[in-house]
């Protein structure tokens, strides 16, 4: 099955600063790549994701990237503000979804 | 907009007793979602239910059971809950063929 790892588990930001999260997959069928972002006392919310035919999204200040070959792929914020703080999980899954796996999560921290 | 609700946000129960998690989701989705949220470990699926009356093991499973009479509502159950099952409770649904999961705020167990 599907092993998503991600790194780093905690990351600590200044203000305006750049921030990236990586993971990485294992299954070559996975096709389908979210990122959600959990704020505190809330569920995880989709912040952005790609599928395998794109190499790249952006949405505003939030990009994700993805190399199929290597099996992994990342989320960038730029210009981080203190709203940004949170925890971001990304994940995996073929088409049907029903066999999502999510990475351990990065615990996001933007210092004013 | 898509709104899953979850019965409690906290919850302390004692070693032994039976113990019940409510899901409702209110866009006619066909498939639902529990996972299991612990720190260093993101997300772990535990039951997943594509239609009424259907259900299907996740990561998980043991230790729980999960209902579904209705299309909106899926119901969590620790027959007997251990001090093992104190966690966060995340329940999410989702349209079939689509991607997007949405989650409830989930619930946080304490068992004693």
């Known amino acids: 099955g599907e092993n998503v790892e991600q790194h780093p588990s905690t990351l600590s930001v200044q203000e305006g600063d750049s921030a990236v999260i990586k993971c990485t997959y294992s299954?070559?069928?996975?096709?389908?790549f979210p990122w959600y972002k959990q704020e505190l006392g809330k569920g995880p919310q989709l912040i952005i994701d790609?599928?395998?035919?794109?190499g790249e999204k952006k949405d505003q200040r939030i990009a994700v990237t993805l190399n199929k070959t290597a099996k992994h792929f990342s989320l960038h914020i730029t210009e981080t503000q203190p709203e940004d703080s949170a925890v971001y999980f990304c994940?995996?899954?073929?088409?049907?979804?029903?066999?999502?796996?999510f990475g351990a999560g990065t615990r996001l921290t933007v210092k004013p | 907009d898509v709104k899953v609700t979850q019965s409690s946000r906290y919850l302390v129960k004692r070693t032994g007793e039976k113990v019940f998690l409510e899901c409702v989701q209110d866009?006619?989705?066909?498939?639902m979602f529990w996972y299991r949220q612990d720190p260093g470990l993101g997300l772990r699926l535990i039951y997943f239910?594509?239609?009424?009356?259907?259900?299907e093991k996740g990561d998980i499973p043991e230790g729980y059971s999960v209902s579904r009479e209705k299309k909106e509502r899926f119901s969590l159950i620790l027959e007997s809950a251990s001090t093992n099952q104190t966690s966060m409770y995340l329940c999410?649904?989702?349209?079939?063929?689509?991607?997007?999961?949405?989650f409830g705020p989930g619930t946080r167990l304490t068992v004693l």
């Open positions: 299954d070559s069928a996975s096709n389908y």
């Open positions: 790609i599928r395998s035919n794109v």
């Open positions: 866009m006619d989705h066909e498939n």
């Open positions: 994940a995996a899954s073929p088409y049907n979804n029903n066999d999502m796996r």
């Open positions: 999410a649904s989702i349209r079939s063929s689509y991607n997007e999961q949405f």
């Open positions: 239910s594509y239609d009424v009356k259907m259900k």
